[in-house]
């Protein structure tokens, strides 16, 4: 279980295709803290630590990501040099600063658009008429393991949908939004909440 509050930025140093992909991610960590088995969700994406090394502030772990996972994810992430949005699992007690969050992405996004507004910039973001459903205005959705609040949902005749976010200077700095450009895709898990919302209501129909 996650929060959506990215604690560090790493980048992919090694990949390997065996049976599954076998990622080698840098990461500012203490490899001391990172625990064998453990769950660090990796730009929105729940993996497990099956290898690690390194010294505090220049550590790294070794994760495997499946095909279903590599398949349900943005196209080209899992390439070498690709940086990536890293939160290691809640422990019980800590502050829960977004929202609920399981790794598990719902989906893939598109930026339609990215505008400034004040000090802060403006995302448009296009997702597809299965997700549509589960975006509501002031709803919860991780982007990328970033936790954010919907402000506008705009329904197209299709089915689909975008959705606008405001990012503040700080979570663009101290995340990859920062570097998004217009046509870039993202990892998009909707509320969970939402989908067992969304579930209930269809068995009423």
Request: aromatic fraction near 4%; hydrophobic fraction near 40%.
């Amino acid at each position: 279980m996650f929060t959506g509050i990215v604690t560090a930025i790493g980048s992919i140093r090694e990949v390997r295709q065996s049976g599954d992909l076998r990622l080698v991610i840098s990461c500012p960590f203490d490899p001391a803290g990172i625990a064998m088995g453990a769950s660090i969700a990796c730009s929105g994406v729940c993996l497990t630590v099956v290898d690690k090394g390194g010294s505090p502030g220049d550590a790294w772990f070794a994760v495997d990501a499946s095909a279903e996972t590599v398949s349900r994810t943005v196209s080209g992430r899992w390439e070498q040099g690709t940086r990536l949005n890293l939160e290691p699992a809640l422990k019980l007690g800590d502050e829960l600063g977004g929202h609920i969050v399981t790794g598990h992405v719902d989906g893939v996004g598109t930026v339609a658009s990215i505008t400034p507004d004040g000090d802060s910039r403006k995302l448009v973001f296009a997702v597809s008429r299965e997700l549509a459903p589960y975006l509501a205005p002031k709803g919860s959705i991780t982007v990328d393991g970033v936790s954010l609040t919907v402000n506008e949902v705009t329904d197209l005749a299709d089915g689909s949908c975008q959705f606008s976010i405001n990012m503040i200077p700080h979570t663009g700095e101290v995340t990859t939004l920062g570097a998004l450009q217009p046509g870039d895709g993202v990892n998009l898990e909707i509320d969970v909440l939402a989908r067992y919302l969304q579930r209930m209501q269809s068995l009423r129909n």
